[in-house]
């Protein structure tokens, strides 16, 4: 069974700043897509970038851009130019592609506050 | 677009009282998820339709949780009778054909004391 693990329950950056989310996975899967959510205090859950397997160069939204690697089953999220409404929780996803289109398998969440 | 709507957005009950959720997917959509969130389990896929046939229920926790989806814009979640452990967000999502994206409504938080 797959499965996301995200090591940091919370994390704290300065404004303007950069930081970096973590996220590993576990699958024998060799085709499938990698998701990073953000869910403000709002609570919806928002797609901030998303990245296919069979795809060498790393996924980049604005601010926001991935670090993939394959073999290490790695996939984690850099934040640039930290903003204070990026202060939200961060899911990372996992959704292998086929019979269970958007069966998303979620981490832990890590929450990010970003400080002034 | 008016995105994926859900109501309540909350709900306070008392414990054996029958809960319904309601979803609204996004037209065009052919897929709904439902989705719990507790701060124990984080996000559980509780089950999700195709086409508005139920293709996965693996994740409904037991039988006083039922799901249905009666046509393309509209779907329910029910407990019945509700427990004080149902107590979640629970958030339903649709995606588009051919669309890993999904995308979510702003979830139903549910107390049941």
Known sequence: AQTVTQSQPEMSVQEAETVTLSCTYDTSESNYYLFWYKQPPSRQMILVIRQEAYKQQNATENRFSVNFQKAAKSFSLKISDSQLGDTAMYFCAFMKPGGSQGNLIFGKGTKLSVKP | ?113
């Open chain 2, 1 to 113: 677009d008016a995105g994926v709507i859900q109501s309540p957005r909350h709900e306070v009950t008392e414990m054996g009282q029958e809960v319904t959720l309601r979803c609204k997917p996004i037209s065009g959509h052919n897929s709904l998820f439902w989705y719990r969130q507790t701060m124990m389990r984080g996000l559980e896929l509780l089950i999700y339709f195709n086409n508005n046939v139920p293709i996965d229920d693996s994740g409904m926790p037991e039988d006083r949780f039922s799901a249905k989806m009666p046509n393309a814009s509209f779907s329910t979640l029910k407990i019945q009778p509700s427990e004080p452990r149902d107590s979640a967000v629970y958030f339903c999502a649709s995606s588009p054909p051919g669309n890993g994206e999904l995308f979510f409504g702003e979830g139903s938080r549910l107390t049941v004391l």
